[in-house]
Each structure stands twice: as C-alpha cells, then as structure tokens.
C-alpha cells in the first residue's frame, strides 16, 4: 500500500468512531474536525499540519486509531524511531480491531527497517550527558551504550562534568550500524585551581609571618634602651 492508500484507510476509522459516537458533544465534534483536517493535510502531504491535527485528536479522544495516525505522519516525515515506539504503543491496545492492528504491525516492521545505530564504546562506568542533534539521550549504563537514531544527517554531542566534550558530526544510511570509539579527557586545570598549592601558600605565609614576628622581638631584646634622668 502507498502512503496515501494508508492515509484513506485510517481517516476512515476514524470517521467511523466518530459517527459511531452516541452524542456528538463539542469534544466529539472538535476531534471529528481534527481528523478531517489531518486527513486533508496527509493528502496534501503537508505533514508538519497533519501531524498537529492528529496530535489534537487523540488529546481529545484518547483513541488508538488517533495514536495510529500520529505514527503515520511520524513516518512520512522520516522520524522513524518515533513512529516505531508509537507503533509498537497502539499495537498492544486491546481496543484496535483485528485489520488495523496488521496494519500497525505491517508499518512497523517498515520503520524498523529504517532506523540506524551507532555504538558507542570506550565509556566508562560513569553516567554521561548524551544529546543527538537537539534531544537529549538517556545513558541506562549500558556498556558500549547503543543508541537507535534516524537515518541522515546527526550530531552526537557527550558531556561529562570535569571532561572535555565529545563530539561527532555524521550522515548515516537506513539501517546502518556504526561503532564510535569514545575517548573523553579529563579538563585541563591550572596549578592555580589545585586547593593543595593555595595550602602550601598559606603555610608559607604563615611560616614567614612567624619568622618576621620573631626576628622582631630579637631585634627589640638587642636594642640598648634610651637613657632616662630621673630627679630628685
């Protein structure tokens, strides 16, 4: 099937409940208008549009068909990975019928088929800061730690406190397993931030002050002492 024959069979689910509903309150109304108006915008192809309708609808609804939708749209704008947990949501749903649940599990394996990994070793055990492109990663600690991405152009920044930042720029195909050896140094600091050589200048000054006061009171002990006349 094409992406639009998909588009013609889940709009029409979604018509269904709609009618199917026993009172067509304001909320029913309002998600019925939002299916139409994603249906509109998946037969345009304007995604972007499609994907904000069918994003209302199951605000309004709750209803897996409306989950459905927003997979589909997730995988005509290439976010694989997006669309295959929203899949992989709506096929366990008790209350999708038999012929879209096939179908989810058919756009499904499509998606998979899509999404590419990179590998990620050299890590420690320490939990790091992970972001690919805009959305920040979650480390389980795993180890090497293995990230599921879409295909195309990504860049994978890692930070750790007190480490330099690790950073790789890369285009991947559909599907590709890349491996990436992590090397994170430790930040370079000056002498000046260790707390161990303000210690040893403390001391130093202390032992000089020490040694100032001393020969002070020597020099005081040796100087002869003014001559008085004392009057009868």
């Known amino acids: 099937m094409t992406r639009i024959a998909y588009a013609l069979v889940l709009v029409a689910l979604l018509v269904g409940d709609a009618s199917a509903a026993s009172a067509q309150t304001d909320v029913a109304i309002a998600a019925r208008e939002a299916f139409l108006a994603g249906r509109t915008a998946s037969n345009e192809e304007r995604w972007s549009d499609a994907l ?3 994003r209302q609808a199951f605000v ?3 209803s897996p068909v409306a989950r459905y939708n927003e997979g589909f749209v997730l995988r005509a704008l290439g976010r694989f990975r997006e669309a295959r947990d929203i899949f992989d949501e709506v096929v366990s749903s008790p209350d999708l019928d038999e012929a879209t649940r096939s179908t989810v599990r058919e756009l499904r394996a499509d998606v998979a088929a899509h999404i ?3 590998t990620l070793e050299g890590l ?3 939990l790091i800061s992970v972001r690919v492109d805009a959305e920040e990663r979650t480390d389980d600690g795993t180890r090497p730690l293995i990230l599921d991405v879409d295909p195309g152009a990504r860049v994978l920044a890692l930070r750790r406190e007190d480490y330099e930042p690790f950073e790789w720029t890369g285009t991947l195909d559909d599907h590709q397993r890349l491996t990436l050896t992590v090397a994170m140094t430790p930040t370079p600091h000056s002498i000046f931030e260790e707390p161990w050589i303000w210690i040893g200048v403390g001391v130093v000054l ?10 002070y009171d020597d020099s005081l002990q ?3 002492e003014s001559s008085r006349v004392v009057r009868f």
């Open 222 to 224: 040796l100087r002869p």
């Open 124 to 126: 420690d055990a320490a």
């Open 52 to 54: 904000r309708h069918f």
């Open 116 to 118: 590419a990994q990179l």
């Open 60 to 62: 309004l609804t709750g």
């Open 206 to 215: 202390l032992a000089g002050a020490a040694i100032a006061i001393w020969a």
